[in-house]
């Protein structure tokens, strides 16, 4: 059974860190390339960043890069997302996405609020 388990989110003042982690069990992280989506209040749901099965990683929007890094560490079969320097505008819920046997699975989400 495919779950993928995401935490490490919350409130954090502007310019601060946070580091999500995405549990995946069911499957082997190293296999599938992962994403991290996050969905802001009205708004549509947006890909963050993806990294292959090679280990290749990708940050997609032009405002997070060289403040984010996604990361995969195969012995605990997690995905994370490093997210440095935060402003007000990353205020979201970031999800964990794999698509398994071309299934998509999500996880439930974790919730960052980045507030003074």
């Known amino acids: 059974q495919v779950q993928l388990v995401e935490s490490g989110g919350g409130k954090v003042q502007p310019g601060g860190s946070l580091r999500l982690s995405c549990a995946a069990s069911?499957?082997?992280?190293?296999?599938?390339?992962m994403r991290w989506y996050r969905q802001a209040p009205g708004k549509e749901r947006e890909l963050v960043a993806t990294i292959t099965s090679a280990g290749d990683s990708t940050i997609y929007v032009d405002s997070m890069k060289g403040r984010f890094t996604v990361s995969r560490d195969n012995a605990k079969n997690t995905v994370y997302l490093q997210m440095n320097s935060l402003k007000p505008e990353d205020t979201a819920v970031y999800y964990c996405?794999?698509?398994?046997?071309?299934?998509?699975?999500w996880g439930q989400g974790t919730q960052v609020t980045v507030s003074s």
């Open positions: 069911g499957f082997t992280v190293s296999t599938y390339a």
């Open positions: 996405n794999a698509r398994v046997f071309f299934h998509p699975y």
